[in-house]
Structure formats: C-alpha cells, structure tokens
C-alpha cells in the first residue's frame, strides 16, 4: 500500500466539482533539478520527493480528476545560468503553466528573473536564501524556512543555549552564506554580547581549511560557526581533529542532510561536538512524519532529508492551488497559491505577501555513528524565529 497522508491522517482538502471539471488533462508541470554536479546530491532528493509525491496524487484520484500529469524536467548540472536557460526552454518551447525550482539557492535566484518576466508561477520547494522572497517578486512562493530564520535561530542559541562569549566564523561565498552572514548573523550575535573574533570567507569546492580554523584558534574562539554545504562542513570537522582544535561547531541547514553523515568517518563523528539549525531530521517523532520516512525509506533504499521532504509536500500545495484556480491561467494560480492553506507532513504551509511560508525550525545535536544522525535540542516557532 501507499502511503497517503493527507488521507490516513486527515490532511486531505476538498476541490470543488466546478474547478475539477475546468482543469485541463493531460496536466504538464515543469521542473528544474541539479542531478549532476557538485549538487547532485540535493537534486536526487528533490527528484525522489516530486516522484512520490505525484505517485500518490495520481493514486488518490489525480489534480481536479486528472491522472495524466506529465512533469517535463531538467537538470541544472549544478550551474546557474543553465538553470535559467532551461527555465525559457520550458516556458517557450514546453509551454508549462507553472515551474517547480531547484533546491539551489543560487540557481533559483536566476530562474527568478526569468519566470517573473515571463508571469510564470515559480514554486520553490526548498532554497535557503533570504533573497528569493525578498526582492519584492510577485511569481514566486518558497515554502521552506528562509535562511534568515534559521540564522536568527542559530544566533539566539550561540548566544543564550551554548553561552560562547568568543566565536570565528567561517561562511561560503555566495548567496547563500554572504549575505545571511553580514545581515543576520553577525549583527545576531553582536546584539547577544557575543564578540566575534574572525570571520572567513570560503568557495564551494574548496578543499583545505585548515588556515582558517587556526585563525580561529588563534583568536580565542570558543567555537566555530560554519555557514556553507555538505562537503566543506565534513572536512572542517575532519580537520578540526586532524589538528588537534578540536572547537565545537554550530553548523547551517546545509549539513542536516544524510550526504554529510555518510562523508564523516566514525572516529570524526563520535568527537565532533556540533550543533545546527534544520526544519527536519529523519529521527523525528512525530507520527505522520515517521511513516512518510519508513515510505521513503522502503521505495529509495536511503535516508529522506528536508529537501526530499518539503519536495513531497510541494506536490499536494501545487494540487490544491490548481484545483483552487480551476484553470492553468497564470492569474488564476498566482491567487491561489497566495491563498495557500494546506497542513503538509513537514508542517503548515501558508504565505506572507512575499510569498515565503511560515516554518519553524528546530537545533539539532550531531549523535556519534552508531545513533540516528542528529537529535533535536531546541524548537524555535516561527513567532519566536
């Protein structure tokens, strides 16, 4: 059997007759996704929650009756201005009523431009930068948690839960992790009374830190805040070790993700004391979340992660909005997704006038090898955030 929240657990919401009967069938959604490249990783979970996601519409009846939805998808390979470019082969040549974004930052940010020239409704399942919804765009909605949030978060717990009066700062060099630096975590910890003794800048793909931790060393650091990916965030723990630092860490949402576990040896993991800021971790308790995973689990053979999570939720935001707007007019959509209402497995789903939804987030603790991955610590509600 399939699983099926928004039945088993009474999640479903109604479309009316009327609107059912004036969507158009075949349905044909497009989708941008890096599955090659240095994302590809966080490309394959969006893929595999999309894949689920629309299995199950399909098995609960379709969106407004229709089973035929066809998503047209490209990949990205982990490049912005190819992200944009299949955003116009899509628009001009597919002719998709409405795109579901990468979860790349960055290459969102470029296929921005493109859809709100266009009038092309732009979901985002999940991209961490404040400016995908703060540039006042009037096509595009993000349905998971801002980096401002979750950087807010992390700064009011650096600040008042592990109590460091000192912190280095090591961040990516993007838009990712530039602009959520200077604006929020910075001035964050200040406002704390935390004193910053360092703060270094860093590229994806770079493949030697050590530098930048014995700055922070130097500099008195009782601990190391690491604002970037995966891949950077395992080998600074590596060498945090393999230099005797040993500083704890409080990470970004970039390393809540099952790639960073598996890049950590045992020895790393069972020492590192880190700390980091996410909407989900697969240890959860929460009954609804705990089958959506043992689905997951079951179809992919791997770990979900809050992209492949929120992915899956995008699907039934999408079903409702289309069914709420009877029609594949770009006004019509646009007013409906604005009027989104829709309790997901990851968590509420509504949007401010910016199109970003309402999410809290939660700290979470790094468990050595031999226990879940992460435990949860600390919930900051979006009113709090």
């Known amino acids: 059997m399939k699983f099926s929240p928004y039945l088993a657990a009474g999640l479903l919401f109604a479309a009316t007759s009327a609107a059912q009967a004036a969507i158009p069938c075949p349905l044909t959604i497009g989708s941008v996704r890096?599955?090659?490249?240095?994302?590809?990783?966080?490309?394959?979970?969006?893929?595999?929650?999309?894949?689920?996601?629309?299995?199950?519409?399909?098995?609960?009846?379709?969106?407004?009756?229709?089973?035929?939805?066809?998503?047209?998808?490209?990949?990205?390979q982990s490049i912005p201005v190819n992200a944009a470019t299949v955003t116009r082969r899509l628009i001009n040549q597919d002719q998709v009523p409405l795109i579901i974004a990468t979860p790349i930052s960055v290459e969102v940010l470029a296929m921005m431009e493109v859809t709100e020239n266009a009038g092309i409704p732009l979901y985002v399942p999940?991209?961490?930068?404040?400016?995908?919804?703060?540039?006042?765009?009037?096509?595009?909605?993000?349905?998971?948690?801002?980096?401002?949030?979750?950087?807010?978060?992390?700064?009011?717990?650096?600040?008042?839960?592990?109590?460091?009066?000192?912190?280095?700062?090591?961040?990516?060099?993007?838009?990712?992790?530039?602009?959520?630096w200077n604006d929020v975590l910075k001035p964050g910890l200040e406002k704390g009374g935390v004193t910053i003794?360092?703060?270094?800048?860093?590229?994806?793909?770079?493949?030697?830190?050590?530098?930048?931790?014995?700055?922070?060393?130097?500099?008195?650091?009782?601990?190391?805040?690491?604002?970037?990916?995966?891949?950077?965030?395992?080998?600074?723990l590596g060498e945090n070790q393999q230099l005797k630092i040993d500083l704890p860490i409080a990470g970004s949402s970039g390393l809540v993700y099952p790639e960073f576990i598996r890049l950590l040896p045992a020895d790393v993991q069972d020492k590192t004391n880190l700390v980091a800021v996410t909407q989900f971790i697969s240890s959860t308790d929460d009954p609804a979340q705990k089958q959506w995973i043992d689905a997951y689990r079951a179809r992919f053979k791997r770990e979900p992660d809050a992209t492949s999570i929120d992915a899956y939720d995008a699907v039934f935001v999408l079903k409702q909005a289309?069914?709420?707007?009877?029609?594949?007019?770009?006004?019509?959509?646009?007013?409906?997704?604005?009027?989104?209402?829709?309790?997901?497995?990851?968590?509420?789903i509504s949007f401010d006038s910016t199109g970003q939804a309402q999410r809290q987030v939660e700290i979470v603790k790094l468990t050595p090898k031999s226990g879940p991955g992460f435990r949860v610590i600390e919930v900051f509600a979006p009113e709090k955030s």
């Open 34 to 76: 890096p599955t090659s490249g240095g994302m590809a990783s966080i490309g394959q979970s969006m893929v595999e929650g999309l894949e689920m996601g629309f299995d199950q519409v399909k098995a609960d009846g379709g969106i407004g009756g229709c089973r035929d939805i066809n998503v047209i998808a490209y990949d990205s």
């Open 126 to 180: 999940s991209a961490a930068s404040a400016k995908v919804t703060n540039q006042g765009f009037k096509w595009v909605w993000r349905q998971s948690a801002v980096d401002t949030i979750s950087a807010k978060a992390m700064a009011d717990y650096i600040a008042t839960g592990l109590k460091w009066k000192k912190v280095g700062a090591i961040y990516e060099n993007s838009d990712f992790g530039k602009p959520t």
């Open 197 to 236: 003794t360092g703060a270094e800048a860093i590229n994806a793909g770079d493949s030697d830190l050590s530098s930048q931790l014995l700055h922070m060393k130097d500099g008195g650091a009782d601990g190391v805040l690491f604002w970037g990916h995966a891949k950077e965030g395992a080998l600074l």
């Open 322 to 348: 289309i069914e709420r707007a009877g029609s594949l007019e770009p006004a019509a959509l646009q007013k409906a997704l604005n009027a989104t209402d829709i309790k997901g497995v990851g968590g509420a």
